[in-house]
């Protein structure tokens, strides 16, 4: 009978035991399940708003196929894309606070802040969108898009020349960016598809030197004794504004011996009478630019200044007489340095005098030298339908500095220039 007396204790004790073991495991369960649906949550919404009735169009189509034929050759499955230009090129919209994750078989997926969605929605053209809260949004919402597409496991290409640490560090964050994909280099992707221009390219580039053109007339006849840089760079503005400008990459206005500075940004500085004035518009129109340069004299000018721009302008015009499709961009800045140098001006030159046009003011193809600084791959000879601008950078003797620049369009036959305002110091 003594033995029985344990059986109601045993029992008990065995009850409770098991009872602790279910209400733990419910409640790990419980957790676990908590903090999925949480997740969950977030990617449902909580964070950010999905759009999947997107719309294509056969230009960026073709556009975003050329991209992937890209990416295949050099390996890489996706490209993760924050650069304005770069997402304006392949979606017709590009912004800051944004994304755009294009895959090799043509996916196109947009992040955009959860106010601009409609207005990026009547613009661009893409697969799926998100419109996020915050940055935590944003991350969730690449989260998100990389496990769609089911990119987990890929090899993605980023914007190297682009991305500051900081950003880098964010988009490849595991909220953002699956651990077990790798981010690579995908720079040169976007920069060789980009470099040979469409007719329609082309036709609003022509557009954006003319543009360009304006303001300079406008600029040249602000020059006078007593006007200060920035009136002169403001004369420019409005008149590039009303010829249909969208905006402006830097206006430089340089006057007296500030024309000694590679790129003088405009100054309260007043034009006196013999100064020489450094005048380098960028006008932006339809997403597109030109580049122009212009130097003159408020007033007549010295016999050393006109021999220095006499110079300067041959050595431009030689060069801008040797484009055409198979030049490199080694003979074109050979040339014009070259004829510097054999004047004895070997010291007073600096810098790349020419560089590719397009979306951005300056972009591949850039010489050597210059691309290795702006982590761009070397130039390849150039094709026809590349534009260059020729007569960057100067000839700078200490006391002032001269340059002539122009917009110039690569064809088989020879050079387009695209930018027709007076080459004349006064």
């Known amino acids: 009978m003594k033995k029985l007396y344990f059986l109601p204790l045993?029992?008990?004790?065995?009850?409770?035991?098991?009872?602790?073991?279910?209400?733990?495991?419910?409640?790990?369960?419980?957790?676990?399940?908590?903090q999925q649906v949480s997740h969950q949550e977030h990617l449902k919404g909580e964070k950010f708003i999905l759009h999947s009735e997107g719309r294509r169009s056969p230009k960026f189509d073709e556009r975003i196929k050329r991209a992937g034929e890209l990416m295949k050759e050099q390996g890489i499955e996706a490209l993760l894309l924050t650069?304005?230009?770069?997402?304006?090129y392949l979606t017709g919209d590009g912004r800051l606070c944004a994304y755009a994750l294009v895959t090799?078989?043509?996916?196109?997926?947009?992040?955009?802040?959860?106010?601009?969605?409609?207005?990026?929605?009547?613009?661009?053209?893409?697969?799926?969108?998100?419109?996020?809260e915050d940055e935590v949004g944003m991350l969730h919402s690449l989260h998100n898009f990389f496990e769609k597409f089911g990119l987990e496991k890929a090899k993605v290409g980023l914007e190297n020349t682009f991305l500051t640490v900081s950003m880098k560090s964010m988009l490849t964050h595991p909220h953002a960016m699956p651990e077990t994909a790798v981010a690579v280099d995908g720079t040169e992707v976007m920069s060789r598809v980009r470099m040979v221009k469409s007719r329609e390219e082309i036709e609003i580039i022509k557009q954006a030197a003319n543009v360009a053109d304006q303001g300079m007339k406008a600029a040249v006849e602000a020059v006078k004794p007593g006007a200060t840089e920035i009136e002169i760079a403001g004369a420019a503005e409005a008149a590039m504004r009303k010829a249909d400008a969208e905006g402006f990459y830097r206006t430089y206005v340089a006057s007296g011996p500030r024309t000694n500075i590679a790129h003088g940004l405009p100054s309260y500085r007043k034009i006196e009478d013999g100064d020489l004035v450094m005048i380098d518009l960028h006008p932006v129109y339809h997403g597109y630019c030109a580049d122009i340069c212009r130097t003159v004299c408020a007033g007549k000018p010295t016999a050393k200044?006109?021999?220095?721009?006499?110079?300067?302008?041959?050595a431009q015009e030689r060069t801008v007489g040797l484009v055409k499709a198979g030049v490199t961009m080694l003979d074109l800045e050979e040339a014009l340095q070259g004829m510097m140098r054999e004047a004895g001006h070997g010291e007073h030159i600096f810098g790349p005098p020419l560089h590719g046009v397009g979306i951005e003011f300056e972009e591949p193809p850039l010489p050597s030298g210059h691309a290795f600084f702006h982590g761009e791959k070397e130039a390849v000879p150039l094709e026809e339908g590349v534009v260059v601008s020729i007569g960057n950078c100067g000839l700078y003797l200490g006391d002032f500095g001269v340059r002539v620049e122009d917009t110039v369009l690569v064809t088989k036959e020879g050079p387009l220039v695209l930018s027709t305002f007076k080459r004349r110091l006064y």
């Open 10 to 34: 045993f029992l008990g004790l065995s009850l409770f035991i098991l009872s602790f073991f279910k209400a733990y495991t419910f409640e790990e369960e419980g957790k676990m399940e908590k």
């Open 83 to 88: 650069k304005p230009a770069n997402m304006f």
């Open 104 to 132: 090799f078989k043509g996916k196109m997926a947009l992040g955009v802040p959860s106010t601009d969605m409609k207005d990026v929605m009547a613009i661009a053209y893409f697969d799926e969108m998100a419109g996020f």
């Open 305 to 314: 200044q006109k021999e220095a721009f006499d110079l300067f302008l041959k």
